[in-house]
């Protein structure tokens, strides 16, 4: 079943659609339906409904089924829409990478953060971990930066973590 069509069903069940009514509409099994119907259910409960579809996925094939191009166009439409989902999964692999790299300066800042002995290692230090976020993460994404090894610059990081603009 593809993305768009989950995503029909979930918003039916959204709704309030119970499983038969969604295996006639959508010609779809009832085992489908049942479990569909139980995916959505624990999600809404655990507030993760988000996570049940790849948004990306489901936005393309539902503006590749509304757009209308004259036949002789049809196989150039499903050439540039094949290529698209290949440049968004390139950018999913670029974002895993970028994470992991984001983690491990992250980690190796950390690292250094418990061997400092001045406060302008502090500062320089708590200074790359802004630009790691800045650069890695959203606006206004908090990053801890207490130092909870009880160094003698306790101190200097004992306040509250609070975001960053």
């Known amino acids: 079943m593809d993305e768009s069509t989950k995503l029909k069903v979930y918003a039916e069940y959204a709704q309030g659609a119970k499983p038969k009514e969604v295996e006639a509409k959508y010609g779809i099994s009832y085992a489908s339906a049942l479990k569909l119907s ?55 692999k670029l974002d895993l990478e970028l994470q992991a790299t984001a983690s491990a300066i992250n980690q190796k800042i950390m690292a250094l953060l418990t061997t400092a002995k001045q406060p302008s290692e502090l500062e320089t230090l708590t200074h790359c971990l802004c630009r790691v976020r800045d650069s890695f993460f959203k606006q206004n994404a908090q990053i801890n930066v207490q130092n909870n090894f009880g160094n003698q610059y306790s101190e200097f990081l004992s306040d509250v973590p609070k975001s960053v603009n």
């Open 38 to 92: 139980n995916e959505f259910k624990q999600a809404r409960d655990n507030g993760t409904v988000d996570s049940l579809i790849n948004m990306d996925a489901a936005v393309l094939a539902r503006v590749q089924d509304a757009m209308m191009v004259p036949e002789e166009l049809e196989e150039a439409k499903a050439e540039s829409f094949t290529a698209i989902e290949q440049g968004a999964q390139g950018l999913n």
